[in-house]
């Protein structure tokens, strides 16, 4: 893992989308108006995923681009596990229902997870649209 230092007592702020949300693999970047509409196809096991995602028509370009993403993935407890390990503080941590950039794209009013499902890491996982983050460096003792 490569380590860094942020300045004095800087913040790091992160956002990402849950792998397993809906659209996690990003698949609304497809040509296809019924493929980039469809959630949780990412999901699908890769042989499955990209038969469909020729049979919709979509470029051998976009459809490297959607397997990497998926060779990607980045689901919400392994995020933090890495945050550990890189010495990083969660400041604060908010997971939204609908992601704020939704309101903009589809007029959705941002909403936060729930409390109740928020502890509940399996199904957070498919809930969360988007995740933000604030961190701090953990202070090292000498």
Avoid at 59 to 85: A, D, N, Y
Wanted: with cysteine.
């Amino acid at each position: 893992m490569t380590q860094f230092n942020l300045h004095n007592h800087g913040l790091l702020f992160i956002a990402f989308p849950a792998w397993q949300m809906p659209f996690g693999g990003h698949q609304q970047i497809c040509h296809s108006k019924v493929i980039s509409r469809l959630p949780f196809i990412h999901l699908l096991p890769n042989p499955v995923y990209k038969a469909l995602l020729k049979r919709g028509g979509e470029s051998e370009r976009c459809i490297g681009e959607l397997l990497s993403i998926k060779k990607t993935q980045m689901p919400i407890g392994p995020f933090e596990q890495l945050l550990h390990q890189a010495a990083l503080t969660i400041v604060d941590r908010t997971l939204f229902f609908i992601n704020p950039h939704y309101e903009t794209k589809f007029g959705l009013k941002p909403r936060k997870l729930s409390a109740l499902i928020e502890k509940m890491p399996y199904i957070r996982n498919f809930c969360t649209t988007s995740c933000f983050y604030l961190l701090r460096q953990k202070e090292v003792r000498e």
